[in-house]
């Protein structure tokens, strides 16, 4: 069954770092997430991205964050100077399309990777 | 009141039992409704698509109520594997997929 891929899947920082978080997402998918959830707590949405643009994204993600796709593969999500409270299991997910497109429900599922998990200290 | 909410338990029931958990959504706007099941730090992994009409999955049923903005998860004749934390999750309408999660409910199943 595809699968989306992330590496690294533990990356440890200094804080003030840049952190590059890297994303293969599933290969005929074309909407791309990232998610991130703070040790015990819930998992929350970062951004959207289609079309090679931003669809969507939350106050979590302000200025220090970026997302790009280098490629027709990797979907990357920057952290340009870490802080202590990124510490965070960051979860990239993908979709096939969504929901109120006249697409199947079975194409607006989102498929998440296994996660990379970002200490920052 | 939080978008989405689960009582977050644990509910810790024997082998064989049937247990049911319930998430509320504060947005009428909600259009998609999910369960995902969530193993110690590992990702979400999606259990089912839950419909108006109500689905069911083997062991596992859902259903949703657009009056009372609930959805439910009953599982069945439960197993040893079933212990995990079970996560609702709904998305917007006109939203990009963007699924708002629950805290999530921790189930343990006990021999």
């Known amino acids: 069954e595809p699968e989306v891929t992330q590496t690294p899947s533990h990356q440890v920082t200094q804080m003030g770092q840049e952190v590059i978080l890297r994303c293969v997402p599933i290969?005929?998918?074309?909407?791309f997430y990232w998610y991130r959830q703070i040790l015990g707590q819930k998992v929350e949405f970062l951004v959207s991205f289609y079309n090679n643009e931003i669809s969507e994204k939350s106050e979590i993600f302000d200025d220090q964050f970026s997302v790009e796709r280098p490629d027709g593969s990797n979907f990357t999500l920057k952290i340009r100077s870490t802080k202590l409270e990124d510490s965070a299991m960051y979860f990239c997910?993908?979709?096939?399309?969504?929901?109120?497109?006249?697409?199947?429900?079975?194409?607006?599922?989102?498929?998440f990777g296994s996660g990379t998990q970002l200490s920052v200290l | 009141r939080k978008e989405v909410e689960q009582d977050p338990g644990p509910f810790n029931v024997p082998e064989g039992a049937t247990v049911a958990f319930n998430c509320t959504y504060s947005n009428s706007a909600s259009q998609s409704f999910f369960w995902y099941r969530q193993d110690c730090r590992k990702e979400p992994k999606l259990l089912m698509s839950?419909?108006?009409s109500g689905n069911e999955d083997g062991r596992f049923t859902a259903q949703l109520n657009r009056a009372s903005q609930y959805i439910s998860l009953l599982i069945r004749d439960s197993k040893l594997s079933d212990s995990a934390t079970y996560l609702c999750?709904?998305?917007?309408?006109?939203?990009?997929?963007?699924?708002?999660f629950g805290a999530g409910t921790r189930l343990a199943v006990h021999p």
């Open positions: 839950v419909y108006s």
């Open positions: 997910a993908s979709s096939v399309s969504i929901a109120g497109q006249g697409a199947s429900a079975t194409n607006e599922k989102l498929f």
């Open positions: 999750a709904v998305s917007i309408s006109g939203g990009y997929n963007k699924l708002i």
């Open positions: 290969s005929n998918h074309l909407y």
